[in-house]
């Protein structure tokens, strides 16, 4: 994941039979080896924010239009339309489904920038093992994979994986969660999941089991760690006008964090949410919200006392921001991709472009180079030229 739209699914009598075949395949995993969180309201996958819309609602873009500073390099099919990814060099991590559903976690080897290459999978020859792979986090030996499905009789899951052989990757253990998983974040030894209706929960890691839950109120769509604070994006779904919060809990306490601020948004959705840190970035620290319509950048020198710095409208469906050095990178659905300068927080602006084949989902760079989950487009591989250049 990170720490780095608003398309409705259309639902009707063709939707209510999907779920019917939804809620009779989704099939229970081996046994946990964790504290198994308790479970809570089951949520139709297709209800959530910032998902492509269905497959024939919409015309099928053929052709990636040509990039603004930014350059196609290559692309790699991945099992089922990608969903997130989390870089570790040498290799990306995919994750992937199709709403049977079923999905999988790829292993892919970007040594070669221009030839990224599939050297291991897991797809679960049954469908129950992974359903609905949202998001996934990488480090180390591990990567955790937040899996969305759900049915009344089992709920969904947050899976560990060891990927310490690439070619083999294998689930180590899991525990379920106590509501629709949607991110993943960890750090120093605890995996923070974000929610679609259970808040954000607190795991031990290696093996997984659940610590501990927190309402945040609303909807936990996102979470990012940096140092004794967690910050969550709250969006408020169902609610006219739209609106979402940036949540901050302390979680240098013990085992339950502790809610410390909340800010509102500019009547606006929350959805993913990333910080520059003083490592990488030459302004700190700062929060930046992707909203489903834009970017929005909060000083969050005091998690105590955040403020609202600005908002910058983006085109297409802002569902996912990472934030690196003087770059904010995010995944806009439709629209693509964009690099944004935040060398300045409260004068953002676009330095980059590149409208991929796709639904762009997720983004993440190393060096000037951009991987992309681009849900049917698959894993891509592009290159940021930097400013001033024209394309």
């Known amino acids: 994941m990170k720490c780095g739209k608003n398309t409705r699914l259309v639902l009707g009598t063709m939707a209510a039979t999907l779920m019917i075949v939804f809620a009779a395949s989704c099939t229970e995993n081996p046994a946990s080896t964790g504290s198994s969180a308790p479970a809570k309201t089951i949520v139709d996958p297709r209800e959530m924010p910032g998902m492509p819309p269905p497959a024939e609602s919409v015309a099928p873009k053929v052709e990636a239009t040509a990039g603004?500073?930014?350059?196609f390099v290559?692309?790699?099919?991945?099992?089922?339309?990608?969903?997130?990814?989390?870089?570790?060099?040498?290799?990306?991590?995919?994750?992937?489904?199709?709403?049977?559903?079923?999905?999988?976690?790829?292993?892919?080897?970007?040594?070669?920038?221009?030839?990224?290459?599939?050297?291991g999978s897991y797809d679960c020859p049954q469908i129950g093992c992974l359903r609905l792979p949202i998001d996934?986090?990488?480090?180390g030996q591990f990567a955790w994979v937040a899996d969305f499905c759900a049915t009344p009789e089992f709920g969904p899951h947050l899976y560990e994986f060891n990927v310490a052989t690439p070619t083999n990757p294998f689930i180590a253990s899991w525990d379920g969660s106590p509501g629709n998983p949607r991110n993943v974040f960890v750090s120093q030894g605890k995996a923070y999941e974000a929610s679609f209706d259970g808040g954000m929960s607190i795991y031990n890691?290696?093996?997984?089991?659940?610590?501990?839950?927190?309402?945040?109120?609303?909807?936990?769509?996102?979470v990012c760690v940096v140092g004794n604070y967690a910050y969550v994006a709250e969006y408020w779904m169902n609610e006219l006008p739209a609106a979402g919060s940036l949540v901050i809990f302390d979680i240098s306490r013990g085992r339950v964090p502790i809610e410390v601020s909340r800010i509102r948004t500019w009547g606006?959705?929350?959805?993913?949410?990333?910080?520059?840190?003083?490592?990488?970035?030459?302004?700190?620290?700062?929060?930046?919200?992707?909203?489903?319509?834009?970017l929005m950048v909060f000083n969050v020198a005091d998690p105590r006392n955040p403020t609202r710095v600005t908002h910058l409208s983006l085109p297409g469906t802002v569902r996912w921001v990472f934030a690196q050095g003087r770059y904010a990178y995010v995944a806009a659905g439709d629209a693509g991709v964009y690099v944004i300068n935040i060398s300045n927080p409260q004068a953002p602006y676009i330095a980059g472009h590149y409208d991929t084949s796709g639904w762009a989902m997720a983004v993440q760079p190393i060096g000037n180079l951009l991987y992309v989950a681009d849900y049917d487009g698959g894993f891509l591989v592009l290159r940021f030229l930097g400013e001033g250049f024209d394309s």
């Open 68 to 71: 603004v500073n930014i350059q």
């Open 74 to 119: 290559a692309s790699c099919p991945t099992a089922y339309p990608s969903t997130s990814l989390s870089t570790q060099y040498p290799y990306a991590y995919v994750t992937s489904f199709t709403w049977e559903p079923r999905g999988a976690l790829e292993v892919i080897d970007i040594t070669t920038g221009h030839l990224p290459v599939v050297v």
């Open 136 to 139: 996934v986090h990488a480090q």
């Open 205 to 222: 890691t290696n093996p997984l089991w659940w610590q501990s839950s927190t309402d945040v109120g609303r909807t936990a769509m996102d």
């Open 268 to 294: 606006e959705n929350a959805f993913a949410v990333s910080l520059s840190s003083a490592a990488t970035s030459p302004v700190s620290p700062h929060a930046y919200m992707a909203d489903l319509n834009g």
